[in-house]
């Protein structure tokens, strides 16, 4: 039996679909029914028998956080792909973010140790690795985390969700950590990530930033997981980039892909640096969610290039191109936003 934490994120029913289309026994795990939607729509995008397929998971309602919930979920698992994580780059969801990433992580490892699980597999963030100071120099695996930088809410807690997963490894679990880039894939254009990033791109955005960071298609994503997990590899990190491209580049591609026209201005750092501010003032002022963070208006005009090359070296895998899956999910998304 196969477990999938996170199974109704981007992620994990993607992995969900080529599992079940495998013919693997699965079980998954959820936390509200109206997220199940979210799934079956994603089958129906590659499947005319979507309702058939999502029928094959054996689905459980629980939370990563509610240990005794989780306790008979691991019965007759031999693999887990922990894909369940929450995402927010607001400083006050700290809290919220410690208890699901690094908490809910610690449960994960425990069971799968306790339950004798022969394989865990992390999904964890390009987020958590460390970074140069020379922009030019590619980061990898073996690039030091650094405590003392300014790194985000959701940074340190992907950090400390691997801390977790390492110490398994030292408790006899076997385990593989993959860190992806921006994950490129269809079915969830409202709920952040970057399928926000092509509805606000459709609509039309005014500014773009000199930034660089790191893309994948969330088929490779799903890929190396699964090579990973069947592989004889353990107690290894791996950083998922198909390609590193700039927050520019990166939205008129987007925008051709759409028929959308693209952003014309850039927004220096200045100006960020007065958004950000700008945004921290209403949230204190008004309560309204924060919008963009210190750090987040920093790693949008930073320059990160990662280095794939161990992936594609040890499992002697190719990336699909970042052109190819842009025109992808756009023609996915205007197929949803034209029905």
Same mark, same amino acid.
Request: hydrophobic share 40%.
């Given at each position: 039996?196969?477990?999938?934490?996170?199974?109704?994120?981007?992620?994990?029913?993607?992995?969900?679909?080529?599992?079940?289309?495998?013919?693997q026994?699965?079980?998954?795990?959820?936390?509200?029914?109206?997220?199940?939607?979210?799934?079956?729509?994603?089958?129906?995008?590659?499947?005319?028998?979507?309702?058939?397929?999502?029928?094959?998971?054996?689905?459980?309602?629980?939370?990563?956080?509610?240990?005794?919930?989780?306790?008979?979920?691991?019965?007759?698992?031999?693999?887990?792909?922990?894909?369940?994580?929450?995402?927010s780059?607001?400083?006050?969801?700290?809290?919220?973010?410690?208890?699901?990433?690094?908490?809910?992580?610690?449960?994960?490892?425990?069971?799968?140790?306790?339950?004798?699980?022969?394989?865990?597999?992390?999904?964890?963030?390009?987020?958590?690795?460390?970074?140069?100071?020379?922009?030019d /120099? %590619?980061?990898d695996?073996?690039?030091?985390?650094?405590?003392?930088?300014?790194? =985000?809410?959701?940074a340190? *807690? #992907? @950090?400390?969700?691997?801390?977790?997963?390492?110490?398994?490894?030292?408790?006899?679990?076997?385990?593989?950590?993959?860190?992806?880039?921006?994950?490129?894939?269809?079915?969830?254009?409202?709920?952040?990530?970057?399928?926000?990033?092509f509805?606000?791109?459709?609509?039309?955005m005014?500014h773009?930033?000199?930034?660089?960071?790191?893309?994948?298609?969330?088929?490779?994503?799903?890929?190396?997981l699964?090579?990973?997990?069947?592989?004889?590899?353990?107690?290894?990190?791996?950083?998922?980039?198909?390609?590193?491209?700039?927050?520019?580049?990166?939205?008129?591609?987007v925008?051709?892909?759409?028929?959308?026209?693209?952003?014309?201005?850039?927004?220096?750092?200045?100006?960020?640096?007065?958004?950000?501010?700008?945004?921290?003032?209403?949230? /204190? %002022?008004?309560?309204?969610?924060?919008?963009?963070?210190?750090?987040?208006?920093? =790693?949008?005009?930073?320059? *990160? #290039? @990662?280095?794939?090359?161990?992936?594609?070296?040890?499992?002697?895998y190719?990336?699909?191109?970042?052109?190819?899956?842009?025109?992808?999910?756009?023609?996915?998304?205007?197929?949803?936003?034209?029905?």
């Open positions: 039996m196969i477990l999938v934490t996170g199974g109704t994120g981007l992620v994990g029913s993607h992995l969900l679909y080529k599992l079940v289309t495998e013919k026994k699965v079980r998954a795990f959820f936390r509200r029914k109206k997220t199940l939607s979210r799934v079956k729509h994603v089958f129906s995008y590659f499947s005319d028998n979507a309702e058939t397929l999502f029928n094959n998971i054996e689905w459980v309602e629980a939370d990563i956080a509610d240990i005794p919930k989780l306790q008979s979920a691991f019965q007759g698992v031999s693999q887990v792909y922990h894909c369940a994580a929450f995402v780059f607001e400083p006050d969801k700290y809290r919220t973010l410690r208890k699901i990433n690094i908490e809910g992580t610690a449960n994960i490892v425990n069971l799968c140790i306790s339950k004798n699980v022969k394989k865990l597999c992390y999904v964890s963030s390009v987020a958590a690795i460390g970074h140069h100071n020379n922009s /120099k %590619l980061i695996e073996q690039t030091a985390w650094n405590p003392e930088d300014d790194n =985000s809410v959701y340190i *807690t #992907k @950090y400390g969700a691997e801390l977790e997963v390492w110490r398994g490894t030292q408790e006899g679990l076997d385990a593989v950590v993959v860190n992806p880039g921006v994950i490129l894939g269809p079915g969830f254009w409202h709920s952040g990530g970057s399928g926000s990033l509805k606000k791109i459709h609509k039309g005014s773009y930033t000199k930034g660089v960071t790191g893309y994948i298609d969330v088929w490779d994503v799903v890929n190396c699964t090579n990973l997990m069947d592989s004889n590899i353990k107690n290894e990190g791996f950083i998922l980039v198909s390609e590193n491209l700039s927050f520019k580049a990166f939205q008129q591609k925008a051709n892909a759409l028929g959308s026209k693209p952003p014309k201005k850039e927004a220096k750092p200045w100006l960020l640096a007065i958004v950000w501010r700008m945004d921290w003032l209403r949230y /204190k %002022l008004l309560g309204k969610r924060r919008q963009l963070s210190k750090q987040m208006a920093r =790693s949008i005009t930073t320059t *990160t #290039k @990662y280095d794939n090359s161990k992936i594609k070296n040890l499992i002697s190719n990336f699909k191109s970042i052109d190819d899956s842009i025109e992808d999910v756009s023609k996915l998304y205007l197929n949803d936003f034209e029905n």
